[in-house]
């Protein structure tokens, strides 16, 4: 598999580096869907400058980074388009190799459960096979590259650089040398230790997707000492203080900004704390009900986080999109797939046309921005939830048989109750 | 000046135990002038000056207070109002110290709109009043006419009545004469009761644009759209061989995000490196950016100093009541010591008339100078205002909706559906069909 996963590679270096030399590349690291106030490279740039005039980059409201992003891209600034290819890149095959192994264990986990006979006897249609498996991987790193490269290279760092420091295949790294890292990509990271614990038969695979949420403050917990440590100016107030009180209401394809722009003054600290509760609270549920499955339950909680953050941006939301192929095999069970890549396409294509109507044109207002963004979130929460539902039904078949019957001999209907 | 009354509780705060001690104020206390510039394009430049020494009261009645009347005043050109307050030695030894506080008003007449299309003007056709008597307080009370250009032959102009005496001082680097005219000299106001101060031109003014000075300095706003923008200043040096600093202070409001990364200097095409820089970034609703730059101006030449920036979005409450109308950024300031053509003596801050001892400088070869640029007006993205009940109620909408998908398929299970027996309805009509005889449903 290696042949084909390098041309992958080697086109999506090259498209990059095609979209970085081009005139697109300007344009596309100013849009509002593709940057939020957190992880934009412009403000990278501009904490950088700040140090060089001796000033603290976090005196002021503009840089929101990690102090070693700082120390990282103070040696890198002039090569920062090859770190963020070459990071890439190193997603894409990080994710390859995951998925296979991930692959590998499923499949091992569908004999055992098939020798010791816990399936029902006619689901054999539902039976994952190799042959079927042996392309998801590729897929899976080919999603990777393309949506993202069209938009978060040029102008974030998400993805990109955090989790390639460590190596998936160690289990266990000390996570502390780890987090350099923009908010929620953490969540990858937490993905390969996940599949790292999988792997190696950890049975504590579920504990990680818990420490997903904590990736929403853009930190670990672990790494809050080495923070402290590398920039004393780094308090641990105006990290969380940004990410949690969203006071930057810079438009953005969540919803948010516009809340918190239109809110009454004295619900303004409640409806914070109902929104970022918001994000957390469906950790606990999911881990139960899921707890056979930790990478489909990662899978919800980086969705649920890519929605419900403070500043998304399309990086995360191609994140998650690049799982689908995993759960190719769920496609028969959901209900309302057609409607819903309809709207995601839609939404997509017109957020650029209403931005500029708003913005530039005058001849609209942000309610048409804010409205595509409502539906946006709409699409996207459907998608997930239909996925879900997918999923839980097609357990539901392989405990109880494909084609179950009603009493009276018809064909059954399954409902949720 | 209707200014007077907050400005006098203003300097009242920052009077400490001294105010009171002296029982009588001393009669060099206040002294006030005018000083009228007449413009080669017609229109004429009237600047008032007060300047009381902080131990005596401040009501001033008479004198040149009488010809400030607001809808005169309002009607010019330009007009700009700049208030002094510094402490001042009582004595050579400077034991004890008093507050002086100067207050001072320019403005532009359009000759048009005053002199019903001819260039000549007088005091009454200015203001609508003329002096009738000095201020009783005041230990100084004088009118200052520039009759620079023309002053030996009485062939260009001619003031009426006219000037007993006149001033000759390098100002501001060039060589001026004033005629002056004293509120205290009785001989002055005891002929007519009234001083009204006029010129006549005999001959029609050639139409020279006045004297280009050595720095001025014009600010703007470039880009398009709502989103970002450019911060320009332009900073103009005519002086044909010396190069000197200038010190630019910007302040701009922190919902302007300025990135100091994309500030850039240029000086006839070349990049010209600040010799001192100071940034202090903004906080979002604390503090405003605040920009120091020490330039250095080539000779000749124009130097554009310009900084990008992001236009953020407020809350709804943060906006004035229109919005649409934009928010101000305050004025540039430019403080600098200009090169002058002519060498002047030092000057002497008691004896020189006000307007030339604002900034004293101790050396003839430069002179201080302090610019503001046009404060400029930026418009900034706004959400509706209408709204906030629809968006609150949306967005919780959207949010109900993940909470709801999910609750169900976390809390429920799947059950195969028991296809109903029963039902009101049903067994009604099965009912009816057995009375019918017909087969039941």
Request: proline share 7%; glycine share 4%; aromatic share 14%.
């Amino acid at each position: 598999m290696a042949a084909p996963l390098a041309l992958v590679l080697v086109v999506a270096v090259t498209v990059r580096a095609a979209l970085f030399r081009s005139s697109l590349a300007e344009f596309i690291s100013e849009r509002v869907e593709v940057v939020s106030p957190l992880s934009s490279w412009k403000r990278v740039v501009e904490g950088l400058s700040l140090l060089d005039l001796g000033v603290s980059p976090y005196s002021g409201a503009v840089f929101h980074e990690t102090p070693l992003i700082i120390y990282l891209f103070h040696f890198l600034i002039d090569y920062a388009e090859l770190v963020f290819m070459i990071t890439d890149a190193l997603t894409a095959i990080a994710l390859y190799f995951a998925i296979q192994d991930f692959n590998k264990v499923v499949f091992k986990k569908q004999k055992l459960l098939l020798e010791l006979d816990q399936y029902a006897p006619d689901v054999a249609e539902l039976i994952r096979t190799p042959m079927e498996m042996r392309y998801i991987p590729l897929k899976v790193a080919l999603l990777q590259c393309f949506p993202q490269c069209y938009f978060s290279c040029l102008s974030d760092i998400p993805v990109s650089v955090p989790p390639y420091l460590v190596c998936p295949r160690t289990p266990l790294s000390p996570p502390a040398a780890v987090h350099t890292c923009e908010n929620e990509e953490q969540g990858l990271l937490d993905l390969f230790l996940g599949v790292c614990h999988d792997v190696c038969g950890k049975p504590s695979g579920n504990r990680l997707p818990l420490l997903l949420p904590s990736q929403l403050l853009g930190f670990h917990p672990r790494s809050l000492w080495l923070y402290c440590w590398v920039s004393p100016d780094f308090k641990l107030s105006c990290a969380v203080k940004e990410g949690l009180s969203v006071p930057d209401l810079t438009p953005n394809i969540g919803l948010f900004w516009y809340f918190f722009a239109e809110m009454f003054e004295h619900f303004s600290l409640f409806f914070v704390c109902v929104f970022q509760i918001n994000v957390f609270f469906y950790t606990i549920p999911l881990a139960i009900k899921l707890k056979e499955h930790p990478i489909f339950f990662m899978f919800i909680q980086i969705a649920i986080i890519a929605i419900f953050k403070s500043y998304p941006t399309v990086g995360d939301v191609a994140l998650y999109m690049a799982f689908f192929p995993v759960w190719n095999h769920l496609y028969r069970f959901l209900r309302n797939i057609f409607v819903l890549t309809c709207i995601i396409i839609v939404c997509s294509l017109l957020f650029p046309v209403l931005w500029h109507l708003w913005i530039y044109a005058g001849s609209a207002n942000s309610n048409f921005f804010y409205a595509i963004t409502l539906t946006f979130n709409v699409g996207q929460i459907l998608l997930i939830s239909d996925y879900f539902y997918a999923f839980l039904r097609r357990e539901y078949y392989l405990t109880h048989g494909l084609y179950l019957t009603a009493k009276d001999g018809t064909e059954a209907m399954l409902v949720l109750k | 000046m209707a200014a007077a009354m907050p400005l006098a509780l203003l300097v009242l705060l920052l009077l400490g135990r001294r105010g009171w001690c002296l029982a009588e104020p001393p009669r060099d206390s206040l002294r006030e002038e005018l000083v009228i510039t007449p413009l080669p394009s017609g229109d004429v430049a009237a600047t008032f000056q007060f300047r009381t020494r902080w131990d005596s009261e401040l009501q001033r009645e008479g004198g040149l207070s009488v010809l400030l009347k607001a809808d005169r005043l309002f009607h010019t050109s330009y007009h700009s109002q700049a208030v002094h307050i510094r402490p001042v030695c009582r004595n050579a030894r400077c034991t004890s110290i008093s507050w002086e506080l100067r207050q001072t008003l320019s403005v532009v007449f359009d000759a048009f709109i005053t002199g019903q299309g001819k260039k000549d003007w007088s005091l009454f056709r200015m203001f609508s009043r003329t002096l009738t008597e000095p201020c009783p307080l005041a230990s100084e009370s004088r009118v200052y006419v520039d009759i620079t250009n023309y002053n030996q032959d009485n062939e260009t102009l001619e003031v009426n009545p006219p000037p007993t005496t006149t001033y000759q001082d390098v100002i501001l680097g060039t060589r001026k004469i004033y005629a002056i005219y004293d509120l205290l000299d009785t001989a002055m106001i005891n002929n007519s009761r009234n001083l009204n101060i006029q010129l006549k031109w005999k001959r029609p003014p050639e139409n020279e644009a006045p004297p280009v000075p050595f720095l001025h300095a014009q600010r703007y706003v470039s880009g398009y759209g709502l989103q970002k923008g450019e911060l320009s200043t332009l900073l103009y040096n005519t002086h044909p061989y010396r190069a000197f600093p200038v010190l630019l202070l910007d302040t701009v409001p922190w919902y302007l995000r300025l990135y100091v990364h994309t500030l850039t200097i240029t000086s006839k095409g070349k990049e010209n490196k600040p010799s001192y820089i100071h940034y202090q970034p903004a906080q979002d609703r604390l503090q405003p950016h605040l920009l120091e730059m020490l330039i250095q101006l080539p000779a000749n030449s124009v130097t554009k100093v310009s900084i990008q920036f992001e236009r953020a979005l407020l809350k709804w409450t943060e906006y004035t009541p229109d919005p649409n109308h934009g928010f101000y950024v305050s004025p540039s300031v430019l403080s600098a010591l200009v090169p002058s053509v002519v060498a002047a003596k030092p000057v002497d801050w008691e004896e020189s008339p006000l307007f030339n001892s604002l900034f004293p400088v101790s050396d003839g070869s430069n002179y201080f100078v302090r610019l503001y640029t046009e404060p400029l007006l930026v418009n900034l993205p706004t959400p509706d205002f209408s709204m906030p009940y629809n968006v609150i109620c949306l967005t919780c909408t959207v949010v109900a909706v993940c909470y709801g998908s999910f609750y169900n398929l976390l809390t429920r299970t799947f059950h195969i559906e028991e296809p109903r027996t029963g039902g009101l309805a049903k067994r009604l009509a099965n009912l009816i069909r057995r009375a019918r005889g017909v087969p039941p449903l």
